[in-house]
């Protein structure tokens, strides 16, 4: 599992999603991982993200260190703010909701 991997999520989808971006080349880790996730339904490529070593890893390296993690504090409430990471990408030349 990922803890806190709406970012990563986020770069993964402008990443893997991105046709005919010019110069974009994903290397072997994603393109394999492209390659193999192909035909997932969303559900299954999710615990793809989140069972590949090498991108758990990847996202690990940059994650925060905090020795403990309260369950209210992963949370969020009103005093506290959550972020989340989305992304939008051109589809049929546009981009949209």
Do not use: W
Not at 2 to 28: D, R, W
Not at 59 to 73: G, K, V
Not at 89 to 95: E, N, T
Request: charged share 20%.
């Amino acid at each position: 599992m990922i803890p806190n991997a709406c970012a990563t999520q986020a770069l993964l989808s402008v990443l893997l999603n991105a046709e005919g971006a010019s110069g974009l080349e994903l290397g072997s880790t994603l393109g394999d991982f492209k390659a193999f996730t192909g035909d997932f339904s969303p559900e299954l490529r999710g615990m793809a993200i989140g069972n590949s070593d090498s991108i758990r890893e990847a996202h690990n390296s940059f994650a925060r260190a905090e020795p403990f993690m309260m369950e209210e504090s992963a949370k969020g409430g009103k005093s506290e703010d959550v972020f989340h990471f989305i992304a939008y990408l051109p589809f049929g030349g546009k981009v949209g909701i």
